[in-house]
Each structure stands twice: as C-alpha cells, then as structure tokens.
C-alpha cells in the first residue's frame, strides 16, 4: 500500500490555516466581503489539492477520509446548515487530522533523523515534479 508523504499534507494544512484566520477575521470584522472570499478561495484550494493527493494515491484510506470530510463540511456549508460555532469546530477536526498527517508521515533518514518540512529535495514527489 502507497501512502502519500506528509510533505504533501503540509500545503493543505496551511490553506486550511488560512481559511481558519480568515474565519476569525470575519468574526472581528462584520463587513469584510474580501475575507469571505478569501475564506471560500482556501476551503475550495485545500479540496482541490487533497483530490490531486487522492488521484495519485488510490490505496491512501485516510486521505480519502480527509477528503471525504472536508467535502461533507463544504456542502454543510452551501447550505447554510452549520452554526459559526460548529462550523468552526467541525474546521479546527479538520486542521487536526491534516496535522497529524503531516507529523506522522514524515520521512527519516537512515541515521534515524526525521527530515525538516522544509528539506524536499530528495523526496520522491519533487524528484517527479523536476
């Protein structure tokens, strides 16, 4: 089984963030229609990068898990359904379960060490994006 590396996880959890600021801008400021947009443009980027994460990833469950109910909170959303307390809590399981991915599927190296966020020059998803 093929599981996507937390190196990928690491983009849609700062959509995701941005998303959550965006929300508690909103809160601050009633007015904002610029936040709002801002808020929608990164729920809808963080689905699009999690169906390009499950596209390459077919046996990955718990991306499809994430996928699945970060979708079901998009079309909780359309429809108006959701409380902004619940709609932020249902956001905040989001962030947490993209967090855990991105610290749990972190790559070691043989020395034992894990590699940093930030080093992704030998990862084998920027080997195939060169």
Known sequence: MVEAS???????????????????EAK???????????????LNSSMQK??????RYRDDAEA??????LGE?????DS???APEVEEQHL?????????????RRLSTAAG???SLKSRRRTREDVQKR
Do not use: N, P
Not at 32 to 41: C, E, S, W
Not at 50 to 55: A, F, K, N, T, V
């Open 28 to 42: 601050i400021k009633i007015q904002a229609t610029g936040v709002h947009d801002i808020y929608r443009g990164s």
């Open 50 to 55: 999690l169906d390009e994460i499950c596209s």
């Open 64 to 69: 499809f898990i994430v996928r699945r109910k």
């Open 73 to 77: 909170f998009l079309e909780k959303l």
């Open 80 to 82: 108006g359904e959701l």
């Open 6 to 24: 937390g190196y990928l996880f690491q983009d849609v959890e700062s959509l995701l963030k941005r998303a959550r600021e965006a929300m508690a």
């Open 92 to 104: 905040d399981r989001i962030i947490d379960e993209v967090h855990h991915l991105v610290e749990w």
């Open 113 to 115: 060490r894990d590699l």
